[in-house]
Every structure is written in structure tokens, then in C-alpha cells.
């Protein structure tokens, strides 16, 4: 097999890659793809979760059943490693932490950032000798379609082909001596076609597998329900934001994100979570769905990790103009992001909080979720949001808070 220069740098090529398998369509091509190449292709089964700590139904069992089946189809060897306790403690434990904090949380991005591409591939590396990681994925790197990183280079992580199954936004934390390792074997292809060559592989019963959504450890079960296994209840009032009249009860913070419905029963009007107040229990609720209490033009995040570099522009501009997003389905936003800190970017790109301004207002802009940045085909990297900016509300735009005063 002919080697892309990539691999012959300094002496070394890539032979033997890990391919993590969930059970499904994507991870299960990706493996396909790389036997076609000619790499020595092992299948890791990830398992985070702990049935026997569950109440509920885990379909851990069968996507690993799944997953086996197709590396013995392959003929790859199969092996499951367990995560569970570096998934209890890097993911799941910050996890509960954040929503009795009141904040709502975003474990598949913290995952891939610390079990992933971490665990798995420090785990891959030692035991077995991998030279790299390969995952199923809707994503691509500058180092090419089937290329992994031995010079030093860094790469840059690029949207896949099929936008609307782009994974990138997941990917805005793997740490860039991770991706150097990484091969995406997908990033050149649309979902329609993984499925395709999945059937035509003999992979008949995996292309039909209906495509898991939502948390691997919630499944079907109502999120209430199961957080409740871990926080405790701390019931606290609903509370109309622009009367300050007490609308209803609730059992927590934990159980309620910005932008949800609040299903308030005997209320004519449906009220929508605006604020979280942590520290009396109380939610200030809007009345209304596109209520302009939910949208604001401003978000404050953290620290930045930058997945190839800090961008250029902030040691010239002291500002970047990007395009964002906090949430995955969500069309990307011109932005420009700036500093928080009286400390010159020049000085520190990588540990100033940001400000990010939004060309356009955006609803639910939600703390704990990530502000992810893209230029161009490239995703940046990402920062986790603190709180949002002044709400349209709250700025009284186009004269609302008075329009609805006479309403």
C-alpha cells in the first residue's frame, strides 16, 4: 500500500490504529475504511457507564454485542475497556456538580475531551502499541483524510463534508496533542453514503440500527427522574420576571435549563425559564416563547482552549471575528470576541475570559454550554459560558419592556 508522506516523516509510518466502536453505522465504517487501507485495525468498546449502579434500562450490553459483531464480520480483533471510574470522575461527577450549581452542562463534549481521546488513546497507545486513534466522527483535520501527526506539526481541526452531521462542535475541547493522533476516516463522506457502504459490507443489521440520541447513561428515562437520584430536591418559587409575582413551585434548580417550558399548571399563558437564581432557589420565568427576556447579544466565557494556536488576531487587534455557536443543530453567528480582562491579549491568549458580541441576539444562551468558534471551515476551538450579556429585556430594544407595560 502506497503511504501518504505524511507517515514516512522522520523514519516512522502509521500501521496499527485503534478504532473505537460504539455499536453503530459510523464507528463501524470507520474501521471498514481503514482495513481497506491496509492498517492493522483493532476494534475498543468503550464502556463509561456502570449498569449495576442503575435503576433503569443501559443498552451498553447490546451496543457492545453490536460492536463485537462487526469486528468479527471485519475480522479485526475485538477488546472492551472499562472507563468507568475515569468517567465518574472527570465527567460525570463535574456533571452533578454544575446542575447543583445550577448550571446545565455538556458531558459529549467533555467526554471526548477527557475519555476519548484521552483515556482511551493513552490506554490504546501503552497497551496495544497504536500509533494512532481513529473514531466514526463527522469531522477532518488538516493532516488529511487517512494522515496522523509525527513531525511536531500542529493541525488544525476542519468541518467534515456532510454539514449537517459535522461533529466538530463536539470536538471544540480534544486537545491538540490528541488530534495529532487522530484519524477521521469519515470526514470525506455524507451519512447517505457511510450507510451505503455499510450495506454493502454485509452490515445490513448495523446500517438499520436506529441512530442513539440525548446522554448514553440517561437513555429513555425522564431527565427529571434521574437527576433526582443524585441531587437532592430544593424546591424554590417560579417567579414572573416582569411582575415579580410568584407563578408556581418547582423542586430545584437542577431540573430546569434556561429556555425550557416551565409547564406551569392552571397558567393561561406558558412561561419559559429566563433566569436561575442559585442562591434564593427562585427561576425567573418569561412569559412567552420568544419572550425578549431569552435573548441577548452578549456572552461572557471563560478561559479559551485553542485547538491549534491562539488566532493571530488578538496579538495585533486585541479581537477575533468569528462565527459561533452553543449549540450543535444551531446556525453559526458572526461575532467578535475581545478580552474580559484588563490583561492584553498579546500578553495571554489562552487565560483571559472572553466577551463574546453576537451580530445577532440569540435565545437560551445557556451557562455551562460551550461558546464554540469557527473561521471558514476551521473550528477554533471553544470556551465554556458563564452567564449571557444584558437581555433585550433588560436593554428595553425597541422599546419592549414599555410596549408590553401597554399590552
Known sequence: MKQNHFFSQM?????????????????????????????????????????????????????AEDAAWVCKKLQIPFQEVNFVKEYWNDVFSEMIRDYE????????????????????????????????????????????????????????????VDRLKDQTFFLSQVPQKALRR?????????????????????LERIAARKESMGICFIGKRNFSEFIAQYV????????????????????????????????????ARAYFVAEKLTDSGDILVAPGHDHPALYSSTVHAGQPHWIHSPPEDFY?????????????????VPCVVTSRTHNPWHRSPSKNDLTV????????????????????????????????????????????????RES
Open 11 to 63: 523514519g516512522r509510518q502509521i500501521k496499527r490504529v485503534v478504532c473505537a466502536m460504539s455499536g453503530g453505522v459510523d464507528s463501524s465504517v470507520a474501521a471498514l475504511l481503514l482495513k481497506q487501507k491496509g492498517y492493522e485495525v483493532l476494534g475498543f468498546f468503550m464502556r463509561n457507564w456502570d449498569i449495576r449502579d442503575e435503576q433503569g434500562v443501559c443498552k451498553a450490553d447490546q451496543d
Open 101 to 160: 450549581s445550577g448550571i446545565t452542562p455538556n458531558p459529549d463534549i467533555l467526554c471526548n475531551r477527557h475519555i476519548k481521546f484521552t483515556a482511551l488513546l493513552e490506554h490504546a497507545r501503552h497497551t496495544v502499541g497504536a500509533d494512532a486513534l481513529a473514531t466514526g466522527h463527522y469531522a477532518r483535520t488538516s493532516a488529511g483524510e487517512f494522515a496522523t501527526e509525527y513531525s511536531g506539526q500542529q493541525v488544525r481541526l476542519l468541518k467534515a
Open 182 to 202: 487522530t484519524i477521521f476516516p469519515l470526514g470525506e463522506f455524507t451519512k447517505g453514503v457511510v450507510k451505503k457502504i455499510a450495506s454493502s459490507a454485509g
Open 232 to 267: 437532592d430536591p430544593r424546591p424554590g418559587n417560579f417567579v414572573d420576571l416582569e411582575t415579580r409575582e410568584v407563578v408556581g413551585r418547582h423542586n430545584g434548580v437542577h431540573q430546569w435549563t434556561v429556555g425550557q417550558r416551565c409547564n406551569i399548571a392552571g397558567l
Open 316 to 332: 495585533g487587534r486585541g479581537m477575533l471575528e468569528c462565527e459561533f455557536k452553543f449549540q450543535h443543530t444551531e446556525s453559526l
Open 357 to 404: 458580541s453576537l451580530a445577532n441576539p440569540l435565545r437560551a444562551l445557556t451557562p455551562g454550554q460551550f461558546a464554540v468558534f469557527y473561521r471558514g471551515d476551521e473550528c477554533l476551538g471553544s470556551a465554556r459560558i458563564l452567564r449571557p450579556g444584558p437581555s433585550q429585556f433588560d436593554l428595553d430594544v425597541d422599546s419592549c419592556r414599555t410596549k408590553r
